[in-house]
């Protein structure tokens, strides 16, 4: 009987490859590591380690739901994004790593910002927050600031609560349930920095994208019209409205949307500077401009 981490392992690996589980090995280890709660890297240190009935069991389980290609980041409930570890269900997005782009260039305009106004209290504002990484990752990263975080899902919003309980910035994330912007006061032109990662994928690519993300994660938070860019669109013509004057917006778009947000932008008119960040494909990610 096959009952030690190497040999588990090894039929683990390939019953998922048999069944066309991509990145099969991967998946195998981190499910196997989750279930002995060792790190993923100590399976090697431990592979003539016996597992007992129950972790066998347990293991099968998670396996057979990887078989029915339901995300490793939903079987082990929790997805690493700028070295913090967030809680994730069904009810929002898996971050991506290529979103960590937000908040590495959102800091750096931050601290600028700060730089520059010395004690003016830094307020940062995220769209779309879904499990709360962006909002989360920045006032982690940010000690003196307080940020807006709004999705339209309260399920949502309970899940990015908690993970800001966890990761211990609680008191200073404000959670908002709303379309958009249409919970802030418009006029407010406070915040000097609003990051989104909106729903850009078009209706064409969502019927070709992999089972993992079309039959598991929300597709509201995915799909966002026929061209991708319908509430991005919205977004541009009203964050004029809270964005302080000098106040930057920064929302990732898909692989070939950016000249498409950058002429929005432009023909807003409320936005001078602008530009893109590439990811390290080089496709560009991030789109940037700021307020007049």
Not at 63 to 74: D, I, K, S
Request: proline share 5%; with cysteine; hydrophobic share 45%.
């Amino acid at each position: 009987m096959q009952n030690t981490v190497r040999e588990v392992l090894r039929a683990a690996v390939s019953t998922l490859e048999a069944h066309g589980v991509p990145e099969a090995r991967a998946a195998a280890e981190i499910l196997l590591a989750e279930v002995l709660a060792i790190p993923r890297s100590h399976l090697y240190i431990e592979a003539g380690r016996v597992l007992t009935p129950q972790q066998q069991r347990c293991y099968a389980e998670r396996l057979q739901r990887r078989m029915r290609r339901e995300p490793v980041q939903y079987i082990t409930g929790k997805q690493e994004f700028w070295s913090l570890a967030f809680r994730v269900t069904p009810q929002v997005l898996i971050p991506r790593p290529e979103s960590e782009l937000l908040v590495a260039h959102g800091l750096r305009f931050a601290r600028q910002w700060q730089a520059a106004r010395g004690e003016e209290p830094l307020w940062l504002l995220d769209v779309g927050t879904g499990s709360g990484n962006l909002a989360i990752s920045l006032a982690a990263a940010l000690p003196a600031s307080r940020v807006c975080a709004i999705d339209l899902s309260l399920p949502a919003l309970r899940v990015a609560q908690d993970n800001a309980r966890r990761l211990g910035v609680a008191a200073r994330v404000t959670w908002l349930c709303g379309d958009l912007l249409t919970s802030l006061r418009p006029g407010l032109r406070r915040f000097a920095l609003c990051v989104a990662n909106l729903p850009y994928v078009t209706e064409e690519e969502w019927e070709q994208l992999a089972p993992e993300v079309r039959e598991y994660e929300p597709a509201v938070a995915l799909v966002g019209g026929k061209d991708g860019l319908a509430l991005i669109r919205r977004l541009i013509a009203t964050c004029g409205e809270v964005l302080a004057p000098g106040g930057r917006l920064l929302l990732e778009v898909g692989w070939q949307q950016a000249a498409q947000v950058l002429a929005a932008l432009q023909q807003q008119g409320q936005f001078g500077a602008m530009g893109v960040y590439e990811d390290f494909g080089g496709i560009a990610r991030v789109v940037w401009a700021e307020v007049r």
